[in-house]
């Protein structure tokens, strides 16, 4: 299906979108306003994203709430919304081990009671955010692919991105509940803000504009496959309307690999930062060496064709990292 095709079942719909200040959550509201999408609700607890993050148009309306909090969850779904794209989670690894019980309670109920809200209101699709950095382990074959998923988890994050997507499973088998599921790697772009638990772009990129070394734990030579967050959206956008996402759980990556130590110089380069680049010990949980994706189920099943090369993506987030700088600095906390 076309994008365009897609977007055009937006119209006129009420969306809601938890975790929707994001980094992910606001450029999928922004494609929402494009699609004229009738109301879209954002509702996040910016316990670690930012209410300016948030797009300012008539259609959107922001709701302050946690997705563990019930008189919240009734509040948005008597707005009667359609679609549900669950974006919200306790981020991230290290997050998740120094706050286990808080990352099993959101990661795990939250996705639950929306799920419940969900098949109560009959909406017309939920859309799950997971991870394709958590759900394969650290031991999958290269290129990941979609039938390859570990029990052997590093991180309370990682267990409990699977835990949401068996809970998505089991409403879609049982109360046969519109669920599609995309497994996200590795998305940076404009709207993430650095920060302690934050991603290494943000993070490399604040830095290298205060002139500061980077610091990368482990050697450099490992890989992610980073993916620019507007593709991201346009997966998620696909996942929300296309029938035959229904039930399953897609890949939306670069399919590409970049080392680290590549990274770092790139950054340097496009913020002109004369900052060295230092090197700390590999974190005890963060055992994966290589990460590529398969991105060949979401072109054949979605029509997703991912746009945008690192080299492209990181240009474009120092672009908004200079034009938000006050707010990020602001925001900020290491």
Known sequence: MELNDCLKKYQDQVVLITGGAGCIGSNLTRTLISAEAGKIIVMDDLSSSYKWNVPNHASVEFVHGSVLDEDVLKKVFSEKPSFVFHLAALFANQNSIDHPETDLMVNGLGTLKLLQQSHLAKIEKFVFASSGCSVYGSQAPLPVREDFVSIHLDTPYQITKLLGELYCNFFHDYYRLPVSIGRF???????????????????????????????????????????????????????????????????????????????????????????EIEFANKRDWDKIVRRRASIEKAKAVLGYEPKTK?????????????????????????
């Open 185 to 275: 790697f590795n998305v940076y772009g404009p709207g993430e803000v650095p920060g302690r638990y934050r991603n290494v772009i943000p993070n490399f990129i604040y830095k290298a504009m205060h002139n500061q070394p980077l610091t990368i734990t482990g050697t450099g030579e490992e890989t992610r496959d980073f993916t620019f967050v507007e593709d991201v959206v346009d997966g998620v956008i696909r996942l929300g309307v296309v029938p035959e996402a229904v039930g399953t759980a897609i890949n939306l990556a670069s399919e590409s690999e970049t080392k680290v130590i590549d990274l770092a110089h790139m950054i340097n380069s496009a913020v002109g930062n004369k900052g």
């Open 310 to 334: 690192i080299k492209q993506g990181i240009p474009k987030t120092v672009e908004w990292f200079r034009a938000n700088m006050k707010n990020i600095e602001a925001s900020a906390k290491f």
